[in-house]
């Protein structure tokens, strides 16, 4: 069924999909910091820095692979070249601490900088964790949320950091460069539940949950889109997660949700969707159209010393697939454009189509 712009006017979309991204449920959030020991990793393991609110956007869930007073003694052997933030006990969820957050631990290659990590006890034959570093996870989660400002949905997806401003995602799925071209050859962490991780988080969002219009967002889970905002609208489409859309209308308050109109470019979908499973994007999505609002000069990458491709007229329409990367005092997206031509273009002459 098609659902055209002027139909659209008034809210739909709801089906979590796989992915371990659920509403999270009835706990508050942590007010103190739920540690029961530091112990500091070697400093030769981690990089002195002086991190804030800004600079923290991501929470990487480990395994161990070894016991719990392993993982401490190797985070405190010069030789090792890691550690993480914390590391949980699966017994009884007893928690130390080893890097302080202003300073980056090395847990995941090429995605230190901006996040923080947490170890989790996980021996062989070990059958899952217990219910107890479950809500020891959280309660740091919770704790990490509110004090940095992250938000805690669960991302199953290595371009996710590209698309989303922060959140929760595995070592596994963690990119290996800012272009989120590939991620971690690994298969930590193993077998941690997200669905079972939700269940004791806070209701806490860590993050603005609402948007503005014409605002870039994206899907965080496979998501019904509907003619209507409710539950009981009929579905448009199903849009997969990561897809990215406009805010073109909402918010409407529908069956305990809040529904915001998207457009879905790339699908030529009009829908109503709910708010949990959709986010703000960082400026753009990766799949956001956009057009250019002057003349703009397309470059082969992301500076103003590398060689211009092409000029695209004002009012050219392409779709961002990279980025972005901060360079010359200017941030950068890699856009395809509707004439054939690509590149990299400054955000200063770019806007939501």
């Avoid at 979590?16 to 030769?44: F, H, I, K, L, N």
């Avoid at 392993?70 to 006990?89: C, L, T």
């Avoid at 889109?225 to 529908?254: C, F, K, L, W, Y």
Wanted: proline content about 5%; charged content about 15%.
């Amino acid at each position: 069924m098609d659902v055209n712009r002027r139909q659209l006017l008034k809210a739909a979309g709801l089906s979590v999909g796989a992915g371990g991204v659920v509403a999270a449920s009835t706990t508050a959030a942590a007010a103190e910091e739920p540690v029961d020991q530091w112990r500091p990793a070697d400093s030769s393991n981690y990089s002195a820095s002086n991190r804030g609110v800004n600079d923290i956007n991501w929470i990487v869930i480990h395994y161990t692979v070894g016991s719990y007073g392993g993982a401490i003694n190797w985070f405190q052997n010069p030789d090792a070249n890691v550690s993480a933030h914390y590391v949980v006990r699966n017994s009884d969820g007893h928690t130390t601490k080893m890097v302080d957050e202003s300073d980056v631990a090395w847990h995941a290659a090429g995605f230190n900088s901006n996040s923080i990590g947490i170890e989790h006890e996980w021996v062989e034959g070990q059958d899952g964790f217990t219910d107890a570093l479950y809500q020891r996870s959280a309660a740091i989660i919770d704790y990490l949320a509110e004090t940095y400002d992250i938000p805690k949905n669960y991302y199953t997806s290595h371009t996710a950091p590209c698309n989303a401003s922060g959140g929760i995602i595995g070592h596994m799925h963690t990119p290996t460069d800012s272009y989120c071209s590939s991620s971690n050859s690994t298969s930590c962490p193993g077998p941690y539940d997200p669905d079972k991780l939700q269940q004791y988080l806070g209701d806490g969002d860590g993050g603005d949950s609402t948007f503005e219009m014409d605002q870039a967002v994206h899907t965080t889970a496979d998501l019904n889109a509907r003619e209507q905002p409710g539950t009981d609208s009929p579905i448009v489409a199903t849009m997969p997660e990561g897809s990215a859309g406009r805010v073109v209308n909402g918010p409407e308050s529908a069956d305990g949700y809040t529904w915001w109109g998207l457009h879905f470019h790339a699908e030529n979908v009009w829908a109503w969707c709910a708010e949990p499973w959709l986010e703000a994007c960082p400026t753009f999505c990766h799949g956001t159209y956009v057009e250019s609002t002057g003349d703009l000069n397309v470059r082969s990458g992301p500076s103003v010393n590398d060689t211009v491709r092409s000029t695209v007229p004002e009012g050219t329409r392409g779709v961002v697939t990279q980025g972005p990367q901060n360079a010359d005092g200017y941030q950068w997206w890699y856009v395809e454009w509707n004439d054939g031509s690509e590149g990299w273009s400054v955000v200063d002459y770019l806007q939501t189509a």
